[in-house]
Nanobody, 124 residues
C-alpha cells in the first residue's frame, strides 16, 4: 500500500538543526512532487517547501518564513524526500507533514498522499 514514513523530528535548541526524512513506497515516487507542511498549535496547516518531480527539474520553492534556513531535497534511489532545517527558531515548532502530489503536464491532479507527521520542538 501507499506509505509516506517520516522520521527525524525531535527536540532541538534555538539555532540548532534537524533533518527530516520521508520514505515513500507503493507509488511512483519519481513522478510526484514532494512537499513539507507544518501545523503549529492553534494555527492552520502551512506549506513550508516543495520540490518538483525529477522530470520537472527538481525545482524548489519555500515559504518566506523559512527561506535561507531550510532546504528540501529528494533522493530517487532511496525514494526519500528530506527537509534540512538550520538556524531553527521557537516559531518553527510544529508537527511537520510530508506530502506527495502528482502533476501531469504541470497540471495539479487529485492524486496525493500524506505522511503521519513528526513533531519538531524548538526550545531552550
Amino acid at each position: 500500500q501507499v506509505q509516506l514514513v517520516e522520521s527525524g523530528g525531535g527536540l532541538v535548541q534555538p539555532g540548532g538543526s534537524l533533518r527530516l526524512s520521508c520514505a515513500a513506497s507503493g507509488f511512483s515516487f519519481s513522478r510526484y512532487a514532494m512537499s513539507w507542511y507544518r501545523q503549529a498549535p492553534g494555527k492552520e496547516r502551512e506549506l513550508v517547501a516543495t520540490i518538483t518531480s525529477a522530470s520537472a527539474g527538481s525545482n524548489t520553492n519555500y515559504a518566506d518564513s523559512v527561506k535561507g534556513r531550510f532546504t528540501i531535497s529528494r533522493d530517487t534511489a532511496k525514494k526519500t524526500a528530506y527537509l534540512q532545517m538550520n538556524s531553527l527558531h521557537p516559531e518553527d515548532t510544529a508537527v511537520y507533514y510530508c506530502n506527495a502530489r502528482l502533476f501531469l503536464l504541470r497540471v495539479r491532479t487529485d492524486s496525493a498522499y500524506w505522511g503521519q507527521g513528526t513533531q519538531v520542538t524548538v526550545s531552550s
